[in-house]
C-alpha cells in the first residue's frame, strides 16, 4: 500500500487529490511497525510548533506552552528551541518531571489546596535552580500556598485565576474576592505574579467567529480586572491566557503578556470541527489494525483504552464519532462509530478492505490519546523513532514525586 | 469526617439510613491520602468474587475470569483462590504479564491477526508452563495462529468466536464461516477448543428483564452453531460465554461450559443503572478533593485523565453524567457533570461544601478508570495498602513484549 495506491472508494464526492493528499495522516513507514501505536509526524508536528512561536513572537507575548498535551521532554525541547519562555503544567506530578528537566519557569496552572505538594515542588525547583509559579482562587489555596512556602522556606509566585466564563476554577471577575486574594497576596510573603485565565469554552464556541468572540471576552475580562486591582493600588505584573482556538483565532493581544496554549502541537479532529485548521495540521494519528469485519462494520484493534471515549475538550462533544480513519485504499476517511475497550467499530459505509490492513486514525482529542498510550512514534521521512512519554502519572508514582 | 458526620444536606429525599449507609463508597481511613486516588474497598471486593465464583460452581461452568478490569495479579490471585480456573485477557501484553505470573490457561479474548505476537505468547507460555487459548472469526486470523504457531514449533488451542448480537468480532452464526473455519482447524495442527462469545449487548439492554433475554439469545446461539457443528461431524469440547451482565441476570447455564465476567470485580455505575447491583456492591470509587468551587459547581481535581469519559461500556452510554459523588458532609450524592482533563465539574444543587473537602467517586465504567491509574489503593478496616495495576500498556512496552 502506499499512497498512490489505487483509490477503490466508491461514493462520495471525491476531493481533489492535493486537498486529499495533506488531508491524509502520514503513512510512510508505518505499514511495518505493530499497532495499534501513536504515530507523530514530525514535519508536522515542527510546523504547528513554528506557527505558534510566530503568533506569540508578531504578538509580542511570551510563549508557555501547556505540556499536558505530550508531556514529552523532546516535544518541551523543540518548543523550547523555537523560542518558548517556559512551560505550563497541570499536575503536580507533570510539573515535577519538567522541573527535574530543568525547563524554568514551570507554571503549575492548577489550584493546589494543600501545603504538602507546595512545599514539595518548591523543595524541588529549588534543587534544579527552577522558577515554579502557582494559581490560587481562593483563601484556602492561598492559604495552603503560603504554608507550603514556608514548609520550604521559600517564597512562591503565584497568579490569580480568573474566570473569563468557562466557570470551571477562577475568581469571579465581578465578585470582590480577586481583590481580597491580591491584598493578601501583596501582605505575604509569597510574590504577586498577575492574573491568568484559560477560556476553555473556545472549544464549545462552534465556529471561528464565536472562537473570537471568546478570546476578545477573555482579553477584556482581564484588562477589567487589572484596572479595578490597579484602583486598589495594585500593580498587575503579567497578564496570561490560554487555549489553542482562542491563540489561533485572536484579534490581537494589547494588554496580554503571555499565552499557554498546549493543544496546538497535534491539533486533532475538534480543532478541525471549530474550523481552526485543516487536517493538513494535525500531526497525530492512531495506526491501527482491521481485525474483523462485518456487514456494517471493520473492527480495529484501537478502541477506547487507546483513543478514549472522549468527544471534545471539556464535554463539548460533537457528537461525530470517536475519530476520523483514513485508509491509503480509499478517497475518503470513515468514522469511528463505537468503542469497547480494545476495539473500535468503524463504519464500513461501503467499502471493502480486508482484515489485516491499516488504518489511520485522527482522534478528537489528542491531549487524552496521549496520556493513554505507553510511547509515541515519531515519524520522520519514513523513518520511524520512539519519543518517550515522561509525565506519566505512572513515572510520578514510581518516582514518589508530588 | 466520619460516616457518622451530621448531614448538611437540604434537598431532596432523605435515605433511610440504613440503605444510604450501605450505598455509600468506604470512607474509612480515605481522608489522610492525597487525591486524586482510585480506592478499592477490600470487603466488598472480596464479597464481588464470592458471589461470582457461587454463580459458576452453582451453575456448574468453570470461571474464567477477565483481567482486563483490574490488571492486578493480587486480584487475579484472590480469583483463583476462590475457584477460578483461569484467566482471560484482551490484549498480548495483558496475556503476556499473566503468563509469566503463571496464571494458566491464559484465554485471548481477542483475534489476533498476524503471526508475530502468536509465535510471542507461544513461546512464553511454553516458558512458563501455560496454556495459552486464542479466538479466530476468520481465515486471516486462523492463518495467522498457524503461521505463528509453526514459528513457535508449537500447537495452539483455537476458540471460534461467535457474534451473538453485539456484532463486534465474531463469525456470523447465520453463515458458513463457522463451519469453514472448524473444519480448518480440525485439519490443521491447531487444536479446537470450542465456541466462545461476548454479549456485551447487555450493557445496552436497559434493565435486567432484557439481559435476561440477552442471555438466553447468546446461549441459543451458541448451542445452535454447536447443533450445526455436529451435523458436519464437528464435536465442539467447549462452549464459552462472557460479560458481567448476562451472568448476574442468568437463567441458567444448559449446554454452557464456561464463563468470563469481567467487570463483576469492581461493578460500577453502570452496573447500578442496569438494575443488576446496589451501590452496596461497588468495590471501586475514586476520591477526589475540592479545589475550586462557583455558583453552580465544586470543581474536584479528578477529571477525565482520572474518571475517563467513557459514558459507560461498549459506547452505551446513560447521558446520567461522568460519575456519582459522594460526601460524608451529605445525605445523597451529587452528580459530576462535566470533566476537563484534570478538573471534575460537580453540580452543586444546593448544598454547602468547603474547598478542601473530599468526595468519593462511584465512576461510569470501572474497567477503565483502573486503565488510567498508576496505582490502586485498597482499604481494608480502615488500614490503606498499595494494589499493583500490573498489566498495563506501559509495563508491557517496557518489557518488550507482544
Not at 61 to 83: C, E, F, M, Y
Request: charged residues 20%; glycine residues 10%.
Amino acid at each position: 500500500m502506499s499512497r498512490r495506491a489505487k483509490r477503490t472508494g466508491s461514493s462520495g464526492k471525491a476531493m481533489s487529490i492535493t486537498a486529499e493528499t495533506a488531508a491524509r495522516p502520514a503513512f510512510e513507514g508505518v505499514e511495518r511497525l505493530e499497532t495499534p501505536l501513536v504515530v507523530v509526524d514530525a514535519a508536522r508536528l515542527k510546523a504547528n510548533i513554528a506557527r505558534m512561536q510566530a503568533i506569540a513572537t508578531d504578538g509580542g507575548v511570551a510563549l508557555h506552552p501547556h505540556i499536558k498535551t505530550h508531556k514529552s521532554l523532546a516535544i518541551a525541547g523543540l518548543q523550547r528551541d523555537a523560542g518558548a519562555s517556559g512551560v505550563t503544567a497541570s499536575h503536580p506530578g507533570e510539573a515535577a518531571v519538567f522541573i527535574r528537566a530543568g525547563f524554568s519557569p514551570v507554571t503549575l496552572a492548577y489550584p493546589l489546596v494543600r501545603p504538602e505538594p507546595v512545599a514539595r515542588l518548591l523543595t524541588l525547583a529549588g534543587e534544579h535552580g527552577v522558577r515554579v509559579r502557582f494559581i490560587a482562587d481562593s483563601m484556602t489555596g492561598l492559604e495552603a500556598l503560603e504554608a507550603g512556602a514556608a514548609k520550604a522556606g521559600q517564597t512562591a509566585d503565584v497568579f490569580i485565576k480568573v474566570d473569563v466564563g468557562l466557570h470551571r476554577c477562577g475568581v469571579d471577575p465581578l465578585a470582590e474576592t480577586g481583590i481580597a486574594l491580591a491584598q493578601r497576596l501583596e501582605a505575604s510573603l509569597l510574590t504577586f505574579c498577575g492574573l491568568l485565565s484559560h477560556a476553555g469554552q473556545a472549544y464549545g464556541a462552534g465556529n471561528v467567529d464565536g472562537i473570537r468572540a471568546v478570546a476578545a471576552t477573555e482579553r477584556r475580562i482581564l484588562l477589567d480586572v487589572r484596572e479595578r486591582l490597579l484602583r486598589h493600588g495594585i500593580e498587575v505584573p503579567l497578564t496570561s491566557v490560554g487555549s489553542t482556538p482562542s491563540l489561533i483565532a485572536n484579534d490581537g493581544f494589547d494588554g496580554i503578556d503571555e499565552i499557554r496554549p498546549g493543544n496546538y502541537v497535534f491539533f486533532d479532529m475538534t480543532a478541525v470541527r471549530l474550523g481552526i485548521v485543516g487536517r493538513e495540521s494535525l500531526s497525530l494519528a492512531v495506526s491501527a489494525t482491521i481485525i474483523s469485519r462485518n456487514r456494517d462494520f471493520y473492527i480495529v484493534d484501537a478502541g477506547s483504552k487507546t483513543l478514549s471515549s472522549d468527544l471534545g475538550a471539556h464535554s463539548t462533544g460533537s457528537g461525530a464519532g470517536f475519530g476520523e480513519a483514513w485508509s491509503a485504499e480509499l478517497d475518503r476517511p470513515l468514522s469511528v462509530e463505537k468503542l469497547s475497550e480494545e476495539h473500535g467499530m468503524v463504519a464500513r459505509k461501503g467499502s471493502d478492505l480486508e482484515i489485516g490492513q491499516r488504518l489511520l486514525i485522527y482522534p478528537n482529542h489528542a491531549c487524552v490519546v496521549v496520556n493513554l498510550a505507553p510511547r509515541l512514534t515519531l515519524l520522520d521521512g519514513g523513518r520511524a523513532s520512539p519519543l518517550a512519554i515522561d509525565a506519566t502519572r505512572r513515572a510520578d508514582a514510581s518516582a514518589n514525586a508530588p
